[in-house]
């Protein structure tokens, strides 16, 4: 029986990851900890934790085929960004190398008392990606399209039209949250956003989200827009979904040791795909799981490296 495909097109950067006593003030010069380089990138991440969460190993069989598309310089991060790709399962056909390009980077920052960092981002390569290049979608046709917003706005929206014509199910993780266009959400599968990107594309304040009501809120805006299915993701709080048949809950955080937040959304974003693709789809246990993954994923440092194989859940 074939394995279930799962493409996501989105962004591959290297990570340039300063560990900080605290977040440096305006106009302060600050001595950090620790200081590392590693494999990056919201689309590259979501494609690493659908590969790894799918297998016990490198050498296990997977459960899901994982594909990957996007753009990097023909530089010296290239190859070191495909290499981790193939070293964890993910098929890179669909990755170019451009000459005469940089590869993307994203310089982190990590409050090391608290694990939660300040990411700035350089697309470069990523911004190759243009919207007359998903006229289509690439074959073979996938079972499921992930994307993010770290590579062009207008390529992400021609691919959606294109998923959407094609009867390919979308999962949106609309980071670094723009405003988006109504057609977005028409017949979107599944949106899923943190606090601050549903404050944003929802109009409703972050304060507001602090409650259920506001919540509750956010989550049936989204529905009305065309969703099928939310999911805001709280932090410490937990995570927060809404179904289009009106099924509801806030699923309670676990209590785990956080030391760096870097790829804890895309591990989350990465296991729920996966419970996506397989029959009989449930979202309270497909939310469930996603959050024991993401536990996982920000009890170590880094971001590829740190998120768990499917063997380190049970």
């Not at 290297?14 to 590693?38: M, W």
């Not at 753009?71 to 193939?86: M, N, Q, W």
């Not at 944003?200 to 989550?219: M, P, V």
């Not at 009989?280 to 998120?307: P, Y």
């Amino acid at each position: 029986m074939a394995l279930p495909r799962i493409t996501v097109l989105g962004s591959l950067n290297i990570d340039v990851v300063s560990y900080v006593p605290h977040h440096p003030l305006p106009g302060e010069t600050l001595t950090a900890n620790h200081f590392n380089t590693s494999p990056g990138g919201k689309g590259a991440n979501q494609a690493v934790a659908c590969a790894k969460l799918s297998r016990t190993s490198t050498l296990a069989s997977p459960s899901a085929h994982v594909s990957m598309i996007g753009a990097v310089g023909r530089d010296a991060f290239g190859p070191i960004l495909t290499d981790s790709l193939t070293s964890y399962g993910v098929d890179v056909a669909g990755v170019a190398q451009l000459e005469g390009a940089k590869t993307g980077v994203a310089v982190i920052v990590v409050d090391e008392p608290t694990g939660q960092n300040r990411i700035m981002l350089s697309p470069e390569a990523n911004y190759s990606l243009q919207p007359e290049q998903f006229a289509s979608l690439p074959e073979p046709r996938p079972d499921l399209l992930i994307m993010q917003l770290e590579i062009p706005l207008p390529t992400v929206l021609q691919a959606l039209d294109a998923a959407r014509k094609a009867g390919v199910p979308v999962l949106l993780n609309p980071a670094p949250a723009v405003e988006l266009p109504a057609s977005a959400y028409n017949g979107l599968a599944h949106l899923l956003v943190n606090e601050t990107e549903a404050a944003l594309l929802s109009g409703i304040s972050e304060s507001e989200l602090e409650s259920d009501a506001g919540l509750e809120a956010a989550g049936n805006l989204f529905i009305q827009r065309g969703v099928q299915n939310v999911i805001i993701t709280l932090g410490g709080r937990g995570v927060y979904y809404v179904t289009k048949a009106g099924q509801r809950a806030l699923v309670p955080a676990l209590k785990t040791t956080v030391v760096d937040t870097t790829a804890a959304g895309d591990t989350f974003a990465g296991s729920y795909a996966l419970a996506v693709v397989r029959e009989g789809f449930d979202i309270e246990t497909a939310v469930r799981n996603a959050n024991v993954a993401a536990a996982k994923t920000v009890a170590k440092r880094g971001a590829q490296v740190s998120i768990p194989w499917k063997d380190e859940l049970e």
